[in-house]
Every structure is written in C-alpha cells, then in structure tokens.
C-alpha cells in the first residue's frame, strides 16, 4: 500500500521523473505483448497474487460496456491522465489480461446487463477508476489489431495496470499495520511494516528520504542529524571532510562540482554534465526539453494530386464551358472599338477645365423665385469718391485722421484703406492688400454664417405715435406771463386760494407771501420761523373763510391773512376759535400719561399780529399738509415720524390723531380722496389707499419707482399719477391694475411734483431739470376705453440752482393757469 | 398629450453644426470645404444659436440641415473619394518604382465636372450673369498673378484667356458703363442683359502675396468661377452671334512673345477678336508685334480692311464646313463695329441718340493714339467699348523697329512701305492720350488728354471739357460714379455757401431749445473762433453765462444748424417742438429704434459737416493764396 502511495506521489512531486517514466512504458509494452500472447495459451493462470475475485468481475463488465467504443481518438484525448500512472510493476496486470481475452471470445450480450448490476452494487469506488479500466481494455484489444502503434498503447495499458492494481490494494488497507504505538498526542498510530520493495519499483532509492519539508536545512545546524525519515529516525548528517579537505576541494575542483549542498542529502551536489546543461539553457531560456525546433514540414496541403479529392462534388460546367455572357459583352466591345466608337488607350488630353462648353441654359427655364431659406451672398460695396486715385481734396485724410487710422485695429478700421491722391495716372502704384481683399472676399462668401437682416427701411418720424395736434387741446399753459419775485430762498411751497385771486408760496427763508394773482404784486407776508424753511402752504378748500396752512419746522400755522373783507375775515377767526374749547378738556384717550400727539397752541403776540391764529407743534418736521374737501380736517406729514408721520388735525375740535398704528416707512405725502372718505398715502415705493370708513386698505399701487416724490388724484378719483425721484412719471388707473398704465421717462432730472388741474383735463409735472411739462389727460366715462394722454407743451423759465429747478406746482382753480415755484427764489404763473 | 421632448424640433433641428455636418458626409473638412464652396453652401446664424445648439452657447457654425442632406447625394462627393483612391494608389505605384502603372492611373485620375453644379446655382442665365462679379474680380486677378509653385501657369493662363475674352465680349458689344480709377485697381461697370456687373482688375503690376493666403481656398472658387465664366461666354457669344470660344491666330501668338507681358495683355485682348473693330489701326497695331513674316501677309489684309471690303479673317481656304461658319461669324463680328464707326463718322448727332446709345457711339468719331507712358489695358479697353479706334505707340515702336538680330528675315522687311503705313495710320489720329509733365513735340490737328479725360467723359456720359485734362495739368478730382455712398456731393456746394452766410445772421435770434451732442462741440469751437469777430463773440459768451448756459453749447448750436436747414418759420418751429413731445409717448423699444435711426443719420450728416468744412477751409485757402500771389 505504501508502494502505491508513492507511486501516485511522485509525478507531483517528483517530475524530473517523468523520463525515466517513458522508458518504463516501454518495457511495458513489450511486456504486455509478451503476456498477451502468454494469456491466449494458459487462460486464467494467475501469477499475481494480488488479484483477486472483485478483480476478476470488474474486467469483465468493463468489457461488455466497452463493446461499444472503438474508436482511438478517446484514447488519446485520456493520454494525459494516464501519464500520471507511470511506472508500474507489469505482472499486476497480467491477470485481466487474460481475462480481457477471454471475455472477447466469450458471449457478450447475455450477461452484460447483470453484471452491470452486480458492479454497481459491489463497487462504491470511484467510477474513475471504472473508466480507467475500460480504456485499458480497450487499447489491449487494439494492441492486436495493429502493431504500429504501440507505444501508444504500452502507455495506456500500463495505466490500466496501475488502476487496477490501486483499486485492489484498496481493499486490504489494514493488513499493512504492524502495531500500534501511542503517538505524541497521545492517539494511537499505526506503524507500518517495513516496505517490500517491488522487484518492478524504481524508487527503493528513496527509502530514507528526508520528510522535513520546507524546514531549512539550516535548522539542524546544531545538530547531529538533517532530518527525519518516513517512520522518524533521524537521518544523521553525513560525515563532512576536514577544513584541509574542504581547501583541497576547493584547489581542485571535482567534475560536476557545484559549491551547492544537497538539501536532501546533506552531502554535495554534484550535476551531470547533461544537468549543467539542462540549467544553462533554462537560465538562457531556452526549450529545456527534448524538443527539436526546426522539424521538418510536413505539407499537408501541396500542389501534388492526391488520389482522393477533398471534396466529391463534381466539376461545375462553368470551369471549362466559355461563358456566352461575357462572349456577348466583349463582342459589344469590339464591335465599338471596329466603329470607332470606344478608342482604345486614348490619349487624354489636357486639364480638367477642358470640358467641352455648351450651351447650359439651353432649356431657357423661367425665373423662379430663390428659396425662402436662401441668403444670397451680399456684393461687394461699391467704391466712392475717396478712393478715387484722385479724390476731392476734402476727402484726404488730415494728420489725426491718419494718426487714428493707424493706430486702430485693421478688423476695427470703418475703411481699410486711406484716400491717397496721385496727381496722374501714371504715378498709381500696385495695391498692397489686393490679394488679402479678395481671399477675405472669399473667406466671406463660404465662411461667413449668413443672416437676413431686414433693414427697416421706414421714416423714423413713423415711429412717432400719432397724437392729436396740442393746438387742438387747448387751452394750456404756454408762456410765463407772471414772475412772482421777493423770496431769498427758494419757493418750496405754492397755494392759489379757492377764489383764484390771491397765491400764497412759503420759502426756505422762513416767510410766507402772499400776491395777487394777476399783478404780481406782494399783498402780505409773514415770517413764521426764522430757522426753518417753510416746506408746505396751503389754503383751505373752503370759500370765504381765508385759512391758510403753512408749515415751518414742528409747527403747523393757521393764518387768517388780513387781506380779505371783513365777513370772510370774521367766519375764518369763528372756525379757527372754535376748537379752544375742546382743546381745553382733557383728551380723550384712555393713556393719560400719554404725550398728546401734538399740541393746539395759541400764537406768540408778534405772530398773532401778523395774522397766525392757531399753531400746532407737532413732533417732528411737517414737509406736507393736505385739506380734506370740507376744509374741516387737514392732514399734516411728518416722514420722520414713524408711524406718527401722518396726522389727521381737526379744526372745528382742535384735535390730532394719528390714523396708524404702525409706522408704514418714509411717507412721502398724504391725500384726501376728492370726494370719498379716502386716505392716499405715499411711501417711498407704493401708494396705499385707506378706506377711512371701514378704516382699512383698500389698495396699494406700485409705480414701480424706487422713490416716490410726490402724486395727485385725478379730481374723478380714478385714475392716480405719481411722480418719482428716478425721473419717471406713471399713470395710473385704479380699475385696471396696481401697476402703472403708462410710465413715462422724459425728464432729465428727479421728478418733483405731479398736480391735475381740478376742472381741466390737464396735469403737469415738474422736475430738477427746470422743466414743467403739461399733459392733456383725458379719461373716458366708458371704462373700456383707456385713457389719452397727450403732451402738450414744456414749459422752461425756472433757472437750475443747485441742481434743484422747479420744486412745486399748483393749477389754478378754474382756467388753465399753472403757477410753479422755483429753486431760482421765484414763482411763476403761466398762462395759455 | 405627449409631451414635447427639448431639442426635438425647430431650430435644433433645422440646424447641424459644421462637424455633425462633416461627419454626416463622411469627408475631410478639406472635402467639405471644396463641396461646400462649389455648391454655393454657406454657414447660417440661426436667430437663437442657444436652441439651434441644443441648450449650449458654445461658438459653433451652424448649417442649414437641409443643404447638408442636399449635399448627401452630390455625385462630385463621390468624385472626391474616388480620388482618395487614385492617390493612394498613385502613391503606392511611385513608391514601388511602377512608373508605366502610376502612369495609366494618372491618366485615368477621376475627373468631375461643374457644369452641372453650374446649372443647379444658377437655373436661369439672368441668375448666372447677376452673380458674375465675384467671378470676373477673382479671375482678373489671377490673370495679373504670376505662376508660382502654388498656382500653376496653367491656371493664370485660363484665367487671362477667359478675361480677355470677356473683355474682347464687352468691348465689341460696347456694354461698359462706367469706369472708376481707384488706388486699388480700375473698377468697371457693364451692363450685361439687363444686368448691372461690376468688376474689379488690379493694376499691372506684380503683386504682393502674403505669405498667409491660403490659396487652395482661392483656387477652388476660381475652378468654380472658371466653369462659371466658360459657360456664360459661351452663351453671350452664341446670343451675341459668335463663335466661341474666339480663334487665336497662332502665328500672332508667338509674335507676342517678343514684348513685354504688359503690353501683350492688351494685344492679346484685341488679337482674340477686336481687330477689325477699330478698322486698320487695330489690326496693324497687332500686327506690329508679330513676326516679320507674318506681318508681310497681314498687311495685305490690311491694306484690304482700309479699302473697307475686305473684312476677311487669315483662314485657310482648305477647312470645314464648321470652320467656313466660324469665318462666317466671324465676319459679322468684326464688320459692325467697323459700319458703326462709319455711320458715326458721318454723321455725329448725338442729340439725336438715346442716353445708352450716346454712351455706346461716345469715341465713334475718333481715333486716340495712346502713349506708351500710358497704362494701354486700361484705356484701350475702355475707348473700344466706346467705339474709339486705338494706336499705341508702343506697338508702333515695335512694328518699324524690327531688331534685325533676333528676327530671322528681317532683311526682307520693307521699311520704308511699312513707315508709308505707319504715317497714313497716324494721319487719322484725333486724340492723343499721354501722361506725361510735358511734350517736347505736338503733332497738329491733335486733342492731348490725359487718361482721365476718358473716364469722366464715359462717366458723364457725355465729352468732358478738354481744357481740364491737357498735358501737364492738374486734373479736376475724379469721382466715383456711384457716388459717394453717404451722401455727400463733392460738386454741389456753390449754392449752399450762399444759404449759409445768410443763415448766419439769423443765428443770434436763436433760442436755446436743442440738447447738442458733446463731440460736436469741441471739434467745431475751434474753427469757428478764427472767423468770428472777436468782441461780439465775447459779448455773446458774457450774454449765454448771465442765462445761465455754457457758452459751447450755443455755439455748437449754431454749427449744427449750419450744417442742416435753415428753419426760420415758427410754424416748423412748432412742428420741431411737437415732435419732441411726441417722442414722450413713445414705447421703450420705438425709443431704441428711434434712436438708433437717428445715430446713423447724426453720423452721416456728421461726416457731410465735416466734409463741407474741410473742403470750405481749403477754398478759402486756395482764396487766400491766390490774393496773396
């Protein structure tokens, strides 16, 4: 058992061997013939010992199962396995073989399927070892019929031998223990019996080979021994010579001395020449077998006939009968050639342009119209005057005109050329950049993307909207007709008095005049602060009372100008007193602590003579006051205040209240509705617009402006213009939207003040620039119609101080009168 | 609904890019680029290329996807790659030494013609002679190029023999228009059946070719100008009654040899088929340059065209039938001109002509004997396209000074008969054209010009004083028939000087209502200071600051009027002011266009302003000079 054991082992590990491998096959090959022959004379003589009856069975089902397979080619494909069963003993196969024989003769069918049976039942072992088998049966039978190849077959019987050998050994595994001894872990082991060598093994010379695998020799250094052999004995470290044998060693070199120590062996290695030149082709690279590169070659496929064709399909007619087709084509051909009509090896002649000229547009098509996605190309421009070789000498260019042409990009230059005048013909030289031109010409026409640019070709005047004539609507301001002079600082504030007659403008120089419309004559004038410039004057809406508002500072002004008759002079101080007692009873707020929001205060004696009846002192700077329609209640704007910025003052009961809560940002300006009870406040971007009755928000516009100066409502309520410090103008409708209708741009400077005449269909507004510019504004009962806005005249007169121009403006109550107040210190009427 | 994937329609459809494009065809960018030029395919801006490039705004060049596909199935594509082929093969047959291969496959090379690509871009005639400018300029040019290792002789002598052609076609059907000398070249204009074809021909000299042209590109748009202008002669002549394409004589040819390659050009131009256009001289000009032997039998003919029946070509007798019809045209081609010159002779009653026929007959009467100072290509053509007969002097030097040397029989030579010849010729001489400072000579009963004096007069459509042009004057400017392109007249100014000085009278009145632009200002203050008395300028100056205005801006003002018309009516006042308020209700987009109109047109009187001062000053200059002397 051990033997086979070996046997398997060493192809692995050992395959140097293979070679002396071969030359067993040989001999077992002769061998087996020898027993064939032997087998046919004295059937089932068994000279070995070892086979027994399983053996005896397994030839035979192997052989009835092999009745089918004859054919070579599997043997070969099963070559490599059977290599691995190299090397053994011969007379253990000596037995199937004869049985082998005898199952030919005997009868096949009948007992095959049994013994299929039978093999499956006895025989749990591998069925490689089954196939093994059958091959070998396969190839003895073979051995008889052609002796050629024989040393195909010695190989695979001897494989044959070895399987069956294996598979009989396997059966007996105990018997080889000798006795069992108690290992080192205390478990029993087997010792085995010393081993018989085989007389047929070849590998007795390994008995003590050294089992300590990948340990380094150097391991045992210290010790007596290199290793252990198969059953533990030390293998005791071969005697090595003296230090002077070892120098005479290495004076005289022994043949096959390599300086290397068998590891195996502890002795040194010494190498056949053949090995030394084993290595050396392997360390050159070379095919270390025994393989010729340069064998002859065989031709497989050679011009010589072979008896037998490759293929059996007969000859096709086409190899040897003419084809009448092409007898047809090139009988075409000569008879064109015998007409002339093909000459042979023409010579060609010339270029490709001589092509022969006819006439192309022989069909006379009629004009078509181009492709719609056609672009032809432009044509060139068509020269002027100034590059004439002799242009108008106005066309030369003068000494910066060069200078500027020269320094330019030539891609950035409107001509790429300079007018140059030659007094003759003769004296014109060559054009530098002629080539230059006409390549980029080219480059143009087959490089440039094309686009079709309709060129508007239209009056510009066409783009004007078409308008009715300003002649048509008049009557409008046209001309100054009035300078209303006496103010050292400018005019901040303009009121005209309901009955038109009397204009009251209030300046940065803290005084307050009042003229006569007409005249221009100063009728009145007051100082109301020394420090602070008046910001805002208005007179009350209501008819023969004579109040007049004027703000300076934190103070609010009633004034009664002693200008008018007495009765109107009596009803203004009646309506102005009456409030005094109210003022004196306690407010009616529920926070005592709290500070009223203004106080309604009687004038110092100087200003109660100049004619200030009532002054409220409010928090911060009022810059705008605005009536409501009854003259009862006015509302004063403080921006800085906060959400007491807007104050609502009542005359008849002296009382202020602020209509909001929280501060709603910089109000601008604040309006009564011209007849509903409505609140516009402006903040610096939007108009709000309050219901006052239901005391909420019912809208809020958004002009779109980053800085509103100032709006008006159109007297019907509708319709809201704004005007702003980023110079816009814009129109709104409160039906359509709370975006503008129209925004209109023509100032060039901030907008100051809109205003719509009260009767008239008429608005201006006024700007930095020191324009005024008066629109027609018609709005239309019918809501689908929008409304006609017409400019109509700009009125220029107010100087520009400061960057400041026309501050204020304000309509007259009944014609189409504009009174202005300037920056310049003057107010200005204009009439139509 | 489906919904509508992006990039799938419309302009990213309607557009490829040129590398889509090129893969598409499956050709080099050099193929594509020579396809593209013949079949006339040009790149396009699709109005959003963002969309047409499929969400990138990356440069790219955009096709019309419909051209490209148009082009698929051009068969000259396939000429191209068949010639990819050739190459290889050409080249693996020299490579390998094949020379008797390499030679059939030269022979055999693939070949494509253009006339039918011809045809497709240009489906009618009138299409073809619309689109013939670029054409005749890039073969003009050629023909004026010299033959290089880039351009090959061969092709700048088609190029001339087309050119001359074309002229020869021009010149004796008498459709030139108008005739503008420029510092780039001489442009012409002719009106070619109906059709207006303006042409641009450098000046005879060498040209200087930048290094960075690159002129395969030309050289594919003159193969396809060169197909174009074959078959456009061929129809002109054949509708003109002519044989195309026109008999050179072979022996006259070789006498071009001679002479220098500036005057041969013209030669040659006459020697194609303008002989007898201009009766005798045109044909013993031509004759002068030829050999001594030709000429012999050449002046016999000659001496038959002066007795004025012999129109007869020197042909053979022994040709064809095809070849007596060629004579036969021929014959017609060269005897009108000749009656007409006749007729014109007779009678000159040019009040009697219409404008064009005016124009056609306006030389008829005379002969011009031209200097040799005086470029002939130039003026030649153009007095034989205005039925003027032609001698050059150069050509006569040539004829009586035979260099017996070089020429073989020029001891057979007559040179007293050949003098005899030359004196009668010279006899007829009306106008001599010469270019010089000054003449040492005058032969009498001659008008001297200088070249010029044609163009104007051909420009005018009627004779230009001669006075102007004599010898050694100083010649009036001359001036593009097509104007001056922004509406400047050089001519016109006497009347509107007069306007001006009136209008600046007026000027104080003025108000201040217009904004004036700043670049205006500081270019005219100057000018005007000089001129004005200094006193009341300052008075005014002091006067515009009390108002509270710069000064410049009225002063400006005032220029800028000058420039314009005078509106002194308040009812144009009136209407200027309404227009101002009208532009308030102008939408932001009208406002752009307005504006934008109105630049080009501020720009344009801008350059009139300048122009008027420039040339005012310098009369003024002139003025002055001349009190002065």
């Known amino acids: 058992m051990a033997k086979r054991k070996i046997a398997r082992k060493k192809p692995a590990a050992d395959p140097p061997a293979t070679a002396p491998g071969t030359g067993n096959r040989t001999n077992s090959k002769l061998q087996l013939v020898q027993q064939r022959q032997r087998a046919t004379e004295e059937d089932e003589d068994n000279e070995d010992g070892y086979i027994d009856d399983e053996a005896e069975e397994v030839e035979e089902d192997e052989e009835d199962e092999l009745e089918d397979e004859s054919d070579l080619g599997d043997y070969v494909s099963e070559d490599d396995e059977y290599d691995h069963f190299e090397g053994l003993i011969d007379g253990a196969i000596s037995d199937s073989e004869s049985e082998d024989e005898a199952g030919d003769d005997a009868a096949e069918g009948d007992d095959g399927e049994n013994d299929a049976d039978e093999e499956a039942a006895m025989f749990g072992e591998d069925d490689e070892v089954v196939q093994q088998e059958e091959t070998a049966e396969v190839i003895t039978n073979s051995v008889s019929d052609d002796d050629e190849e024989d040393e195909y077959l010695s190989k695979y019987s001897a494989a044959s031998e070895a399987e069956s050998f294996s598979s009989i050994s396997s059966g007996e595994d105990d018997n080889r223990v000798a006795y069992h001894t108690t290992g080192a872990d205390g478990k029993p082991r087997p010792i085995y019996h010393e081993i018989d060598p085989h007389y047929s093994s070849d590998d007795s010379d390994l008995e003590d080979t050294n089992t300590i695998g990948n340990v380094p020799l150097s391991a045992y250094d210290e010790y007596p021994h290199i290793g252990y052999d198969i059953n533990g004995k030390r293998i005791m470290r071969p005697a090595t010579g003296s230090a002077l044998d070892s120098l005479l060693d290495s004076i005289e070199v022994p043949t096959g001395w390599t300086g290397l120590i068998d590891r195996e062996s502890g002795a040194d290695l010494k190498l056949t020449q053949e090995e030394l030149e084993l290595v050396k082709k392997i360390q050159l690279g070379e095919n270390a077998g025994d393989v010729n590169p340069y064998e002859d070659t065989i031709e497989w496929f050679s011009s010589k006939t072979e008896v037998t064709p490759l293929s059996a399909a007969p000859e096709p007619k086409r190899r040897f009968v003419p084809s009448k087709h092409e007898a047809k084509r090139i009988m075409k051909i000569v008879k064109a050639i015998r007409e002339g009509r093909i000459v042979p090896n023409k010579p060609k002649v010339g270029p490709e342009y001589d092509q022969p000229v006819y006439d192309l547009w022989a069909d006379d098509l009629p004009e078509q119209q181009p492709h719609i996605m056609h672009i032809p190309a432009p044509k060139m421009a068509k020269p002027t005057n100034d590059e004439s070789y002799n242009p108008p000498e106005e066309y030369l260019p003068s000494e910066e005109e060069r200078d500027a042409w020269n320094k330019t990009d030539p891609v950035d230059r409107e001509k790429d050329y300079l007018p140059r005048k030659f007094s003759s013909l003769r004296t014109v030289p060559r054009y530098e950049s002629f080539i230059r031109e006409r390549f980029e010409r080219s480059l143009d026409l087959y490089l440039a993307p094309r686009v079709r640019k309709n060129k508007l070709n239209i009056d510009p005047d066409s783009l004007l909207p078409k308008l009715p004539s300003p002649q048509d609507l008049r009557p409008f301001p046209i001309k100054c007709s009035v300078t209303y002079r006496g103010h050292k600082g400018r005019v901040r504030a303009i009121s005209i008095d309901p009955s038109g007659l009397w204009l009251a403008t209030g300046a940065d120089d803290g005084t307050v005049r009042i003229w006569e419309v007409l005249t221009g004559r100063e009728v009145w004038n007051t100082i109301l602060d020394d420090d602070e410039a008046v910001q805002s004057v208005e007179w009350s809406p209501l008819k023969g009372c004579g109040i007049l508002a004027a703000s300076a500072g934190e103070r609010v002004f009633l004034c009664l100008p002693p200008i008018f008759d007495d009765e109107t002079e009596t009803m203004g101080q009646e309506l102005l007193a009456a409030g005094w007692g109210y003022a004196a009873q306690p407010a009616p707020t529920d926070d005592i602590n709290k500070e009223p929001l203004c106080k309604w205060t009687k004038p110092s004696t100087k200003l109660a003579y100049q004619g200030v009846d009532v002054v409220i002192v409010c928090r911060k700077t009022v810059k705008q006051i605005a009536w409501h329609r009854k003259g009862d209640y006015f509302t004063s704007v403080s921006p800085e205040g906060a959400n007491m910025a807007v104050l609502v003052h009542q005359i008849s009961k002296h009382n202020s209240q602020s209509p909001f809560r929280k501060s709603k940002g910089i109000i601008q300006r604040a309006l009564f509705h011209p007849f509903k009870p409505m609140l516009y406040v402006a903040t610096q971007r939007y108009v709000r617009i309050y219901d006052l009755s239901t005391q909420s928000l019912t809208k809020a516009l958004q002009p779109g402006a980053r800085w509103l100066s100032s709006f008006d409502i159109h007297p019907q309520g509708d319709n809201v213009v704004t005007g702003s410090y980023d110079k816009r103008v814009t129109w709104h409708d409160l039906d359509l939207s709370t975006k503008p209708y129209r925004t209109l741009r023509y100032h060039a400077r901030a907008v100051r003040d809109v205003r719509f005449h009260a009767r008239l269909p008429l608005f201006c507004s006024a700007s930095d620039d020191g324009h005024i510019n008066v629109f027609h504004g018609t709005v239309y009962d019918d809501l689908l119609k929008n409304p006609l806005l017409v400019p109509l005249k700009v009125l220029k007169g107010h100087s520009v101080v400061q960057s400041l121009g026309v501050l204020k403006v304000t309509w007259h109550p009944k014609e189409a009168w504009l009174f202005s107040a300037g920056a310049d210190g003057t107010a200005k009427l204009w009439t139509s | ?629």
Not at chain 2, 28 to 42: E, M, N, P, W
Not at chain 2, 412 to 438: G, N
Not at chain 2, 479 to 500: H, I, K, Q, R, T
Not at chain 2, 503 to 523: K, M, S, T
């Open chain 2, 1 to 629: 609904m489906r919904i509508k994937k992006r990039h799938q329609a419309g302009a990213a459809k309607n557009f490829i890019t040129r590398t889509q494009a090129v893969k598409k065809l499956q050709l080099s960018l050099a193929d594509f680029r020579r396809i593209c030029i013949f079949k006339g395919i040009y790149p396009r801006a699709p109005r959003s290329a963002k969309k047409a490039n499929k969400g990138s705004t990356a440069p790219t060049t955009f096709y019309y996807t419909k051209d490209i596909q148009y082009l698929l199935h051009e068969p000259v594509i396939q000429k191209f790659r068949d010639h990819k082929i050739f190459a290889r093969k050409l080249s693996r047959a020299l490579g390998r030494g094949d020379v008797s291969d390499a030679k059939r496959l030269d022979e055999n090379r693939p070949r494509y013609k253009l006339d039918r690509i011809v045809k497709e871009r240009y489906p009618t005639f009138l299409d073809a002679v619309r689109d013939l400018d670029d054409s005749l300029s890039m073969l003009f040019l050629f023909a004026a190029m010299p033959a290089s290792d880039k351009i090959s002789a061969r092709v700048t002598e088609e190029a001339e023999k087309l050119c001359n052609q074309w002229m020869a076609y021009i010149s004796r059907e008498r459709l030139l228009r108008k005739v503008f000398v420029s510092i780039k070249g001489v442009y012409y204009e002719a009106e070619v059946k109906g059709q207006e074809v303006v042409w641009l021909v450098p000046f005879r000299f060498p040209q200087n070719v930048p290094a960075d042209v690159d002129f395969r590109i030309m050289l594919t748009f003159l193969e396809f100008y060169n197909t174009l202008l074959q078959f456009v002669l061929y129809k002109l002549y054949a509708d003109a009654g002519l044989v195309y394409p026109p008999k050179i004589d072979s022996a006259k040819e070789q006498g071009v040899g001679g002479i220098s390659a500036y005057v041969m050009e013209s030669k040659r131009d006459k020697e194609l088929s303008l002989q007898a256009s201009t009766t005798a001289t045109a044909i013993t000009e031509s004759e002068m340059e030829s050999r001594a032997q030709t000429i012999s039998t050449v002046l016999s003919k000659i001496t038959n065209d002066a007795a004025g029946d012999a129109n007869e070509y020197p042909v053979d007798n022994d040709e064809d039938d095809d070849e007596e019809e060629a004579t036969e045209k021929l014959d017609q081609f060269t005897a009108l001109p000749s009656t007409d010159t006749a007729i014109s002779d007779i009678i000159p009653q040019p009040e009697e002509m219409s404008p064009e026929d005016a124009i056609r007959n306006l030389l008829s009467p005379f002969t011009f004997f031209i200097g040799r100072e005086v470029s002939l290509d130039i003026v030649e053509f153009t007095i034989l396209s205005l039925g003027g007969a032609v001698i050059s002097e150069s050509a006569l030097d040539a004829y009586l000074n035979v260099d017996t040397d070089a020429v073989p029989d020029a001891g057979e030579i007559d040179f007293d008969a050949r003098q005899r010849e030359v004196d009668a010729l010279l006899s007829k001489v009306t106008h001599q054209v010469c270019d010089r400072p000054a003449l040492a000579s005058r032969a009498p009963g001659r008008i001297y010009v200088q070249p010029q004096w044609i163009f104007d007069s051909l420009n005018r459509g009627r004779l230009a004083p001669v006075d102007d042009y004599g010898v050694g004057a100083t010649l009036p400017p001359h001036l593009s028939p097509w104007g001056d392109g922004a509406g400047y007249d050089p001519e016109a100014m006497g009347e509107e000087e007069v306007m001006e000085a009136s209008e600046e009278e007026d000027e104080g009145v003025e108000g201040d209502e217009e904004e004036v632009e700043i670049e205006e200002e500081n270019l005219e203050v100057e000018e005007e200071e000089g001129e004005e008395d200094e006193a009341l300028q300052h008075q005014r100056e002091l006067e515009s600051e009390a108002n509270g205005i710069m000064y410049s801006s009225t002063t400006s003002k005032k220029r800028k009027r000058a420039g314009e018309k005078p509106k002194t009516s308040a009812a144009e006042k009136q209407a200027e002011e309404e227009k101002e308020l009208r532009k308030i209700m102008m939408t932001n987009k009208q406002k752009k266009l307005y504006n934008q109109m109105q630049y080009g047109i501020q720009k344009k009187d801008y350059r009139r302003d300048t122009l008027k001062n420039k040339k005012r000053k310098l009369e003024k200059n002139k003025q002055h000079k001349k009190r002065v002397l």
